[in-house]
């Protein structure tokens, strides 16, 4: 048996665009209105009318934290105007989550933006990283009297790869160049961030809050452990999707390959290290350029022996979040597992899923991995972005045409975990 430190967070996520439904104003929205996708987000989940009946399930299920994201494009749906209604809307869903017990852990910015912003250029101008700073401050300042955990930046590299490398995500470009610029921006648009709730918790004289970013974690692997071309792509695919990102907000400075050298106006913000596992990739070599460094994927093309998958073939890989764990715990911050989880169509398997990636967090911890807290992706079954609605993550599902509740028996088998702090196994 294996027990959790006391006071760690246990939970599941949201993100705004994903559950909230009729977010009109944001990039996303437009992105599926043009076709781009095949499924549209609609009502999603009906969480923005619904939130209550949501954390009253989360906190049913002995939950005592729950990760969720402020939706920017309805906070300044102009710009510089800031909507009041949204922000009350917001307070009422702090409220009713502190009074279900359940710490809030605050995502600012979850891949959507303001149309207005979008049509601007988004994180491809120089000035976002300033807007978005306005941005967090008004949320901050308004919403954050007894916040303890901001997230500025859910999952930026993913975030900049789907958007600006692959094409695949709004607003669909393609060039290495553009990511390099766009992640420059949003490393400093993180600082910014940083120093405007530090600043805001000094000038009120709140209690002080823990600001981190939700980072994409992924272990890579060879295709070929023999090839050392391959083992070469691996490792520049770790330092550049998992690493890199981090080091710059601690280092304040960064060389992204290709020598692109960014400058940060400060270094040491961050405060936490919010890790999103979910699964490994196998890497082949494509050459010495870039982006051939990177390597291609070859799950399909190289066969080798995976363990099962998940309903969007992810291979479930356990082991990886130890990996991980005592990989990042390099940079002396606390953890926070911000992001785990499966979407499957046998309930069965979610919890298995969830106790092997527990039983490797409680290895990493034995070994000194100061973890903090495991929040599950997701509460519920939500909008998967280019996906759809068909993947269904959730410890709750949701039947989309009447937006009726059911929680899973893996939910419940998750809640007895949640409610006792402790993992069954004699080798813990
Ligand atoms: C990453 C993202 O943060 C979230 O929006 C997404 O739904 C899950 N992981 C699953 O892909």
Same mark, same amino acid.
């Given at each position: 048996?294996?027990?959790?430190?006391?006071?760690?967070?246990?939970?599941?996520?949201?993100?705004?665009?994903?559950?909230?439904?009729?977010?009109?104003?944001?990039?996303?929205?437009?992105?599926?209105?043009?076709?781009?996708?095949?499924? $549209?987000?609609?009502?999603?989940?009906?969480?923005?009318?619904?939130?209550?009946?949501?954390?009253?399930?989360?906190?049913?299920?002995?939950?005592?934290?729950?990760?969720?994201?402020?939706?920017?494009? $309805?906070?300044? &749906?102009?710009?510089?105007?800031?909507?009041?209604?949204?922000?009350?809307?917001? $307070?009422?869903?702090?409220? /009713?989550?502190?009074?279900?017990?359940?710490?809030?852990?605050?995502?600012?910015?979850?891949?959507?933006?303001?149309?207005?912003?979008?049509?601007?250029?988004?994180?491809?101008?120089?000035?976002? &990283?300033?807007?978005?700073?306005?941005?967090?401050?008004?949320?901050?300042?308004?919403?954050?009297?007894?916040?303890?955990?901001?997230?500025?930046?859910?999952?930026?590299?993913?975030?900049?790869?789907?958007?600006?490398?692959?094409?695949?995500?709004?607003?669909?470009?393609?060039?290495?160049?553009?990511?390099?610029?766009?992640?420059?921006?949003?490393?400093?648009?993180?600082?910014?961030?940083?120093?405007?709730?530090?600043?805001?918790?000094?000038?009120?004289?709140? /209690?002080? /809050?823990?600001?981190?970013?939700?980072?994409?974690?992924?272990?890579?692997?060879?295709?070929?452990?023999? /090839?050392?071309?391959?083992?070469?792509?691996? $490792?520049?695919?770790?330092?550049?999707?998992?690493?890199?990102?981090?080091?710059?907000?601690?280092?304040?400075?960064?060389?992204?390959?290709g020598l692109f050298h960014i400058r940060l106006p400060k270094a040491k913000t961050l405060d936490f290290i919010g890790l999103n596992y979910y699964t490994r990739d196998f890497?082949?070599?494509?050459?010495?350029?870039?982006?051939?460094?990177?390597?291609?994927?070859?799950?399909?093309?190289?066969?080798?022996?995976?363990?099962?998958?998940?309903?969007?073939?992810?291979?479930?890989?356990?082991?990886?979040?130890?990996?991980?764990?005592?990989?990042?715990?390099?940079?002396?911050?606390?953890?926070?597992?911000?992001?785990?989880?499966?979407?499957?169509?046998?309930?069965?398997?979610?919890?298995?899923?969830?106790?092997?990636?527990?039983?490797?967090?409680?290895?990493?911890?034995?070994?000194?991995?100061?973890?903090?807290?495991?929040?599950?992706?997701?509460?519920?079954?939500?909008?998967?972005?280019?996906?759809?609605?068909?993947?269904?993550?959730?410890?709750?599902?949701?039947?989309?045409?009447?937006?009726?509740?059911?929680?899973?028996?893996?939910?419940?088998?998750?809640?007895?975990?949640?409610?006792?702090?402790?993992?069954?196994?004699?080798?813990?």
């Amino acid at each position: 048996m294996f027990e959790f430190p006391k006071d760690f967070l246990w939970g599941a996520d949201t993100s705004s665009h994903q559950v909230e439904g009729e977010n009109t104003h944001n990039d996303w929205w437009q992105w599926e209105q043009n076709g781009k996708v095949k499924e $549209r987000s609609g009502k999603a989940c009906d969480h923005w009318n619904r939130f209550r009946e949501d954390f009253e399930i989360a906190k049913s299920l002995h939950h005592n934290a729950h990760r969720f994201s402020l939706e920017w494009s $309805r906070i300044e &749906p102009e710009e510089g105007k800031f909507n009041d209604q949204t922000l009350s809307h917001y $307070r009422e869903v702090i409220q /009713s989550l502190e009074a279900n017990g359940l710490e809030p852990v605050i995502t600012l910015h979850h891949f959507t933006l303001p149309l207005w912003l979008a049509k601007q250029g988004g994180w491809l101008s120089n000035k976002t &990283p300033d807007l978005f700073a306005r941005y967090v401050h008004k949320a901050v300042e308004t919403l954050g009297d007894g916040v303890r955990y901001w997230i500025t930046l859910n999952e930026p590299v993913a975030y900049v790869f789907k958007g600006y490398f692959m094409g695949e995500w709004p607003p669909g470009e393609k060039s290495y160049e553009k990511t390099l610029q766009v992640l420059g921006h949003l490393l400093k648009g993180h600082v910014l961030a940083y120093d405007q709730i530090k600043e805001i918790n000094q000038r009120l004289k709140r /209690s002080p /809050s823990q600001v981190g970013i939700a980072k994409h974690v992924l272990i890579f692997t060879p295709c070929s452990e023999r /090839s050392w071309k391959d083992r070469l792509s691996v $490792r520049t695919r770790n330092l550049m999707f998992n690493h890199l990102f981090v080091k710059a907000l601690i280092r304040g400075r960064v060389l992204y390959p290709g020598l692109f050298h960014i400058r940060l106006p400060k270094a040491k913000t961050l405060d936490f290290i919010g890790l999103n596992y979910y699964t490994r990739d196998f890497v082949h070599n494509e050459g010495f350029t870039i982006p051939a460094i990177f390597g291609d994927i070859c799950t399909l093309k190289h066969h080798r022996e995976v363990g099962k998958r998940n309903f969007l073939s992810w291979e479930i890989y356990p082991k990886g979040l130890y990996r991980l764990a005592k990989e990042f715990s390099q940079y002396g911050l606390p953890l926070l597992v911000t992001e785990n989880g499966v979407c499957i169509e046998k309930d069965g398997e979610r919890f298995e899923f969830v106790v092997s990636h527990l039983r490797q967090l409680a290895k990493a911890i034995k070994e000194g991995a100061k973890v903090i807290g495991y929040l599950y992706w997701s509460l519920l079954d939500n909008y998967e972005w280019a996906e759809g609605y068909g993947p269904r993550f959730g410890l709750v599902e949701v039947d989309y045409t009447t937006q009726s509740r059911r929680v899973r028996e893996s939910g419940k088998q998750f809640a007895e975990i949640c409610r006792s702090g402790r993992i069954p196994g004699e080798d813990l």
